[in-house]
């Protein structure tokens, strides 16, 4: 897992400003990319929170030379206030969430993220606790699967990918990542084959909904810019419209509320550089948007 690269490293680094020290959050810590950069860029203390206890680990290793300055905690990043209450914390100098996949969780066997291998059909972050991509679909109907792929998705088939998708347990129960894209795209028009696999939406909408990635979003949003210190600097990164589209709305509606003084500091998302892209391909559709609080 060595070639795992994080996301626009110096852009979260410039935005956050480490070098004035203080407490940082990585809500989403993953691997460790981005808390280890805020570390090395002179963050005094920072946090980690992930659902993923495969990744929590690695995170622990790489980011073990920094000692008692880091702490890794196994929450979702929706349970914010609730990690920082338990530590007495009610301010933070910074705090990031990079929303998307690890290089770890996509190609790590026995996930069930990716369609390159057929696998058990999990799909969980969390392996601890909720039910399986598997067991989701087999106990959803026609109506609520297309609704989970169009909504999440945004397929235009969605509803000829759930009706087949339905009608598949009646010859063999859908249990696996190769199982699951061959229907899709035994479902699809052979027009509407491209550069794109045609099983990408609906495992994208899938993932979104057993992990419930949406859910909330807002919220956490709002429960973030409130904890933290004046001028310091809320950071996401979000590789899907869905998800980019939450964000923007959520940090005009802060801004624009007159609880907490904050300012928008990305009119428009930032995005990777073409460097960034050539060299890791997964940062293609990042984009990165920041709010900072005033007082």
């Given at each position: 897992m060595d070639e795992h690269q994080p996301v626009m490293v110096s852009e979260v680094v410039a935005q956050l400003a480490p070098s004035r020290g203080g407490l940082f959050?990585?809500?989403t810590v993953g691997l460790g990319g981005h808390a280890r950069a805020l570390l090395e860029g002179g963050a005094t203390r920072v946090i980690g929170l992930d659902r993923d206890r495969d990744a929590l680990e690695l995170a622990r290793s790489r980011l073990a030379a920094w000692g008692d300055r880091v702490e890794l905690v196994h929450a979702d990043y929706r349970d914010l206030g609730r990690i920082l209450d338990a530590r007495q914390v009610a301010t933070v100098n910074g705090a990031l969430a990079d929303l998307g996949l690890s290089s770890m969780q996509l190609e790590a066997q026995g996930r069930g993220f990716s369609f390159r291998r057929d696998e058990p059909l999990d799909m969980r972050m969390?392996?601890?606790s909720g039910r399986t991509a598997a067991e989701l679909l087999r106990d959803s109907?026609?109506?609520e699967l297309a609704d989970v792929i169009h909504?999440?998705?945004e397929e235009r088939y969605a509803r000829r990918i759930a009706r087949?998708?339905?009608e598949a347990p009646r010859r063999s129960p859908v249990e696996t990542t190769g199982q699951l894209a061959a229907i899709v795209r035994g479902a699809m028009p052979r027009r509407r084959y491209g550069r794109i696999d045609p099983a990408t939406r609906t495992f994208q909408a899938i993932r979104i909904w057993v992990n419930r990635e949406l859910e909330g979003?807002?919220?956490f949003l709002e429960a973030a810019v409130r904890r933290l210190a004046a001028a310091s600097?809320?950071?996401v990164i979000t590789f899907h419209s869905l998800e980019d589209r939450i964000v923007k709305h959520a940090f005009r509606a802060l801004e624009r509320s007159e609880e907490v003084a904050l300012q928008i500091v990305t009119r428009r998302p930032?995005?990777?550089s073409e460097d960034e892209v050539e060299g890791n391909p997964r940062a293609r559709s990042a984009k990165l948007r920041a709010i900072e609080r005033l007082a």
């Open positions: 959050v990585d809500c969390d392996r601890s109907s026609e109506s909504r999440f998705g087949a998708i339905v979003l807002d919220g600097r809320l950071v930032l995005v990777p």
